[in-house]
């Protein structure tokens, strides 16, 4: 019995560390027209998804939501498609935010929820991403799972046993009511003044709608989607737009969505951009100040150093996790912790939320400056940041940057340099063709002039 055991663990370990064909750190994503984001592809994900939930469930339902772009008709017939020829039932959400789709699903109990989305990307990209019954992103020997059954032939269920396709009208105002929920009642955005970017993305309909209810005056930016604008200059990626629109109209502060709403990037009535990073000390900083215990966060390798200082002058464990938010949640749960997040705005409170959701993010944020009477200026004295060059090269899919032996000669040396007070990171996108450079330094010149010395030894690439 011991021999066949381990025999069986070697299995699946090897199994379990295949590397994935179509899936990247957040769903399958990519250019529309082009493999795998084409309608036969996502048909064919559907329905051997489909295969991997009867596993399980003899008769499941699939929630579908997506965000603005104008590939989303047609990915989702597609999806839709794919599911009932496997005998999957369908809940048409619309046009709704990521993490909307999240809540959805696990309060409506459903099997599975899809969200068509690329996110930050241009609108000529698209891409595909799902959750759990319980609302959190699916692990990767799930998605192997469902890279294996691809592999497979399809099993077209019987004309009686189809799936049925229905929509959710109210679903904008389910989760509307559901983001307020986490908003202390005993609070109030009245006589607040808020620009809300949503990206010309999913959120343009409920983001402007939740800050009135909660009594602010919206001035909204990004909220006019045409199908081939969504983060066109606006949300998140582009912060610039908000920046000048909370000066123009004197706006006590902003926030800046991503195309999927589930990343956030704040404004201040002075101009200033706050990121991920930031935000997630000050919200730290809350629940301590409010008497609650954080016995640790998760940050990121790309956190800023001198937020992993502030935690531990609060007494705060501090852990690094891969980059992305799946790998967040992936460490919190390990620990048994509620707060983490990444400088990009992705921020997790899972005693709030089961995923990152920019919307419930900005309202803990400025429920945190409304019950400490502060701005977030004077929240972040104690914690200036290192400067950061962070620089984004093309490369080949083909070549491997970690045998690439003047990039390697020369991040010996740059780390050398820097000692104790800086850092490299260099890492792949998981969702383009990019290699990630980011130097870390005291001096911003010093960032800059080592992020530039070891891209140039990638010319080549």
Same mark, same amino acid.
């Given at each position: ?7 069986? &663990? ?9 590397? %994935? ?22 048909? %064919? ?169 909660? $009594? ?14 969504? &983060? ?93 938010? %799946? ?12 707060? $983490? ?28 400056? @409304? ?13 200036? *940041? ?5 620089? &984004? ?13 003047? @990039? ?12 104790? &007070? ?23 010149? *010093? ?15």
């Amino acid at each position: 019995m011991q021999v066949f055991a381990t025999i069986l &663990n070697e299995l699946k370990q090897t199994y379990f560390s295949m590397k %994935r064909l179509y899936f990247g750190t957040d769903g399958i994503r990519g250019t529309v027209g082009q493999f795998p984001i084409t309608p036969d592809f996502m048909l %064919r994900l559907a329905h051997a998804v489909g295969q991997v939930l009867k596993r399980n469930d003899s008769r499941p339902q699939v929630l579908i939501g997506k965000d603005t772009r104008i590939s989303g008709y047609m990915l989702e017939s597609a999806l839709e498609a794919g599911f009932n020829s496997a005998g999957v039932d369908v809940v048409l959400l619309g046009p709704i935010p990521t993490p909307a789709v999240a809540y959805l699903t696990r309060a409506l109990r459903a099997s599975l929820g899809v969200v068509i989305s690329a996110s930050h990307n241009p609108f000529a990209d698209n891409g595909v991403k799902f959750f759990s019954a319980a609302g959190a992103k699916l692990d990767d020997a799930w998605e192997l799972a469902v890279e294996e059954a691809l592999s497979q032939e399809p099993q077209w269920v019987e004309s009686s046993h189809l799936g049925k396709a229905k929509r959710l009208d109210d679903a904008a105002g389910r989760y509307i009511e559901f983001c307020k929920s986490t908003f202390d009642n005993q609070l109030t955005l009245k006589g607040k003044k808020i620009v809300v970017d949503a990206a010309h993305g999913a959120a343009y309909l409920v983001a402007p709608k939740i800050f009135a209810e909660l $009594g602010a005056e919206v001035i909204t930016l990004g909220c006019t989607p045409n199908g081939v604008n969504i &983060n066109h200059e606006v949300g998140a990626t582009h912060p610039e737009a908000l920046v000048e629109a909370v000066i123009t109209h004197r706006a006590d502060f902003g926030i800046a969505l991503d195309g999927d709403a589930d990343r956030l990037q704040w404004v201040d009535d002075k101009g200033h951009l706050y990121n991920g990073d930031q935000l997630l000390y000050v919200l730290v900083l809350d629940r301590i100040t409010q008497g609650e215990k954080v016995p640790g966060v998760v940050g990121t390798l790309m956190t800023n150093h001198a937020i992993e200082e502030g935690f531990r002058k609060l007494n705060v464990n501090f852990s690094r996790s891969k980059v992305g938010d %799946r790998y967040v949640l992936e460490e919190l749960t390990s620990h048994g912790w509620v707060l $983490g997040g990444e400088g990009s705005g992705h921020l997790l409170m899972l005693d709030k939320h089961s995923t990152g959701d920019g919307l419930i993010s900005a309202l803990q944020v400025l429920q945190a400056c @409304l019950r400490m009477q502060s701005t977030l200026d004077e929240l972040l004295q104690a914690v200036p *940041l290192y400067p950061q060059c962070l620089l &984004n090269i093309a490369i080949s899919p083909n070549l491997d940057w970690r045998v690439h032996q003047e @990039l390697q000669s020369r991040i010996k040396s740059v780390e050398k340099e820097l000692g104790l &007070n800086g850092r490299v990171l260099i890492r792949e996108s998981g969702t383009e063709p990019l290699l990630r450079i980011m130097v870390e330094a005291k001096e911003e010149e *010093l960032s800059a002039k080592y992020a530039s010395y070891l891209a140039k030894s990638l010319s080549q690439f």
